[in-house]
């Protein structure tokens, strides 16, 4: 072979080599043709689906594609759809983000949402986990608690399951162990339900999310002095907007957009006050590292 055909077939096979390796590039990153949004189940998604339209309008004019939302059954269905790669964009609870992360690394929060002050949610981008019982009962302290019976939300809830076993489990002496302190612990399937529980006498008392409290109030379900708050945990970062990282660059940068500019649209106005918030603001994952911690201390109290 003479030396210019010889370059000439190196350049070739240089290029071919590039071609591909552009090629594999491509391929690493999703386009798909219909994103699919989720989000636990909540009283929002349940009662009013309708107020989420502002948002998948804004998802659908960023991004150019279609938006197909998911109604979830539980929040591990949450988890599981977003794993398995065909729910693309999530709200978690920040417990099952954190959950859902350690199974797939390929998820991340990007976002959240601010509160305005409700009944017992404070304004700002967090809230409490909180210990209801009748205000009629005959319960007033934490030690008139002992032998109850307890209502939990969701094995996967912060508020409704990892603080009051990992906090309020270690402040009374049972660690994770629940069930050593109080004569029943339910699951209830969510905090809307726990908080209906209390006030029907279904269970004695209940940990609930102080914005999902605020939501069953505002919802006519309950009233504000129908509940004591014999305790309350520190500040937990608000639920986490999450996608998928191996969506194309673009797509993920019109998703975050679409979230973090959405309060700027009039229209989005009565998406906002239904969720009792003003705005979505800029989260990331080291955000959620104290969730993170209480999910480790949780397996070796679990001797995981």
Not at 67 to 96: D, Q
Not at 104 to 111: H, I, M
Not at 182 to 204: C, I, P
Request: some cysteine; glycine content about 8%.
């Amino acid at each position: 072979m003479k030396p210019a055909t010889r370059i000439l077939a190196s350049m070739a096979t240089a290029g071919a080599v590039v071609a591909y390796a552009s090629a594999a590039l491509a391929q690493e990153c999703k386009d798909p043709g219909q994103l699919v949004f989720s989000i636990i189940p909540t009283e929002e998604t349940t009662q009013e689906l309708d107020i989420y339209k502002p948002l998948l309008d804004a998802l659908k004019e960023k991004t150019g594609k279609s938006v197909e939302f998911f109604m979830p059954t539980s929040y591990a269905s949450v988890i599981e759809g977003m794993v398995n790669g065909w729910v693309h964009i999530g709200v978690h609870g920040p417990n099952s983000y954190v959950l859902a992360k350690e199974k797939d690394p390929n998820l991340e929060v990007f976002a959240t949402y601010t509160k305005v002050k409700g009944h017992f949610q404070e304004e700002g981008p967090g809230y409490r986990a909180v210990l209801v019982v009748r205000s009629d009962s005959k319960f007033d302290s934490i030690e008139s608690l002992k032998g109850t019976i307890v209502g939990l939300a969701d094995p996967a809830s912060t508020s409704g399951n990892l603080m009051p076993r990992m906090v309020f489990g270690d402040e009374i002496g049972t660690g994770p162990e629940l069930e050593k302190y109080f004569s029943k612990v339910v699951y209830t399937g969510g905090h809307d339900q726990s908080a209906l529980a209390v006030k029907e006498g279904r269970v004695d008392d209940a940990f609930v999310a102080t914005h999902r409290l605020d939501n069953v109030i505002d919802r006519g379900l309950a009233a504000p002095e129908d509940y004591r708050v014999l305790w309350q945990s520190g500040i937990i970062p608000q639920d986490p907007m999450v996608y998928r990282t191996d969506l194309c660059e673009p797509i993920k940068a019109a998703i975050k957009e679409a979230f973090l500019t959405l309060h700027e649209n009039p229209d989005a106005k009565p998406f906002f006050d239904g969720i009792k918030s003003t705005k979505f603001v800029a989260m990331q994952d080291s955000d959620y590292d104290i969730i993170r911690k209480l999910v480790d201390a949780e397996k070796k109290a679990e001797g995981q």
